[in-house]
C-alpha cells in the first residue's frame, strides 16, 4: 500500500490526500535517495504560504522510503556476521521480547552452509539458527559503530515496530521485522520541539478504519527500541548530538536555519520558508543561497521537477521550489 492512499481527516470527515501533503510526501522521498550524489550535497528551498505541518511530511516521505525498501536477506546477514561478542540485541520469542548478549557466531553443527548466533539470554545460553534471524532478533542502536548514543535502550521501552496497528496496514510484517535492522538517523528536524511534538501527536490520517499520527511513522526519541532520526532545537546554544554529514536536515523555518545552519554545514538540506515570515529573514537566507550559488554550486531544480513528473505528482499552486548541489 502506497501512504498516497491515506485519507486525512477534516471537519468534513475523511477526505483524499490534499495535493501539497502528497508533495511533502514525495520530496522526503526524493530526498532520501539523493541527498548525497559524487559526495555532493543536495539543498533544496521550499516557498510555501505557511509551514505548520509540513516539514513533518517531509520526514514521513522519507521514513516511508524506509519502511518501504526490500531489504535483501543476505544485507541482513552481513548486519550480524559483524556483531562481536558483548555486543547487545533485542531476542524475540512467543513470550517476550527483551535484551540479549552475543556471545558468538559459529557454523551450525547441524546444517551445512548455515550459521548459529549464539546468544546469553539472563542465564540461559541460546542458539539461532540463521534462518529465525530475520524473527528472532532486532539489532540496537548502540551496536551501530557510526552511531554514538548518548541514551540506553530502557527495560521499559517497546520493541519494534509490529505492535503499531496503523502501520500494520501499509506495510507487511515482514517489512517492519525487517526495519528493526537498521535503526539509525534518517533525517534531523530542525524547529520548535514543543510545536513539532504536538503536531506529531494530533490524529491526521486514516486507512481501512484506523486513525494514524505523524508519531506512527517518526521515531524520534527513546520510547522505542527503534530510532530513525533526531528532533533538535531550534533554540540548541551547544550541540551535543552525534552528526552524520550524509544525514539530511529539514530546517521547519527559516528562524531555524539561521539559529542552527553553522552545526550543518556539510548536510545535505531542505529549508521550509513560510511567505508569512519575516521579509528580513527571508533576504538573509536569499543571501546565504546567493553565496553558495557564486561559489560554483549549481542549480538542479530540473532535475526535482523531472522526478516530480515520474511519479505523477505536481508542484502545488502556491508553491516555489529552488535545488542545489
Known amino acids: 500500500m502506497s501512504i498516497k492512499n491515506l485519507q486525512v481527516i477534516s471537519k468534513r470527515g475523511y477526505q483524499p490526500l490534499p495535493d501539497w501533503i502528497n508533495f511533502g ?27 505548520d505541518f509540513f516539514s513533518l511530511f517531509i520526514a514521513v516521505g522519507i521514513a516511508d522510503k524506509t519502511f518501504s525498501k ?35 557466531i559459529e557454523e551450525s553443527p547441524v546444517f551445512e552452509n548455515e ?11 541460546r542458539g539461532i539458527p540463521e534462518k529465525q534471524w530475520i524473527d528472532r532478533v532486532i539489532i540496537l542502536d548502540e551496536e551501530f559503530d557510526e552511531i554514538k548514543r548518548t541514551r540506553k535502550v530502557s527495560e521499559n521501552q517497546n520493541i519494534g515496530l509490529n505492535n503499531n496497528e496503523f502501520l ?3 506495510y507487511t510484517s515482514r517489512q517492519l521485522y525487517k526495519v528493526g535492522f537498521y535503526p539509525g538517523d534518517k533525517f534531523y528536524i ?20 484506523v486513525i494514524g499520527r505523524i508519531s506512527d511513522f517518526l521515531y524520534l526519541d527513546n520510547k522505542n527500541s527503534f530510532t530513525n532520526g533526531k528532533l533538535i532545537s531550534s533554540q540548541l546554544k551547544k550541540n551535543e548530538h552525534e552528526i552524520m554529514e550524509e544525514v539530511p536536515v529539514i530546517y521547519s523555518n527559516l528562524n531555524s536555519y539561521m539559529k542552527q545552519v553553522k552545526n550543518f554545514n556539510k ?12 521579509e528580513s529573514r527571508l533576504h538573509e537566507v536569499k543571501e546565504d543561497i546567493k ?35
Open 190 to 209: 530542525v524547529g520548535n520541539n514543543n510545536n513539532l511534538f504536538s503536531l506529531m501527536n494530533e490524529k491526521v490520517f486514516f486507512y481501512e478504519k
Open 70 to 104: 526490500n531489504k535483501q536477506l543476505r544485507s541482513i546477514r552481513k548486519t550480524i556476521l559483524n556483531l562481536i561478542p558483548g555486543s547487545r540485541i533485542i531476542y524475540k520469542d512467543d513470550i517476550s521480547s527483551r535484551k540479549a548478549s552475543v556471545i558468538s
Open 291 to 325: 553565496r553558495e550559488l557564486l561559489d560554483g554550486k549549481k542549480i538542479v531544480t530540473t532535475e526535482l521537477i523531472e522526478y516530480l513528473e515520474q511519479t505523477e505528482v505536481n508542484i502545488p499552486a502556491g508553491i516555489e521550489v529552488l535545488a542545489w548541489r
Open 25 to 51: 510526501f514525495e520530496i522526503g522521498a526524493y530526498l532520501s535517495e539523493n541527498a548525497l550524489k559524487r559526495k555532493e550535497p543536495l539543498n533544496i528551498i521550499l516557498s510555501i504560504p505557511y509551514d
Open 267 to 278: 548536510n545535505p538540506k531542505i529549508i521550509v520558508a513560510s511567505r508569512t515570515d519575516n
Open 168 to 170: 500494520k496496514k501499509l
Open 115 to 125: 550459521m548459529i548466533l549464539k546468544i546469553k539470554d539472563g542465564k540461559i545460553e
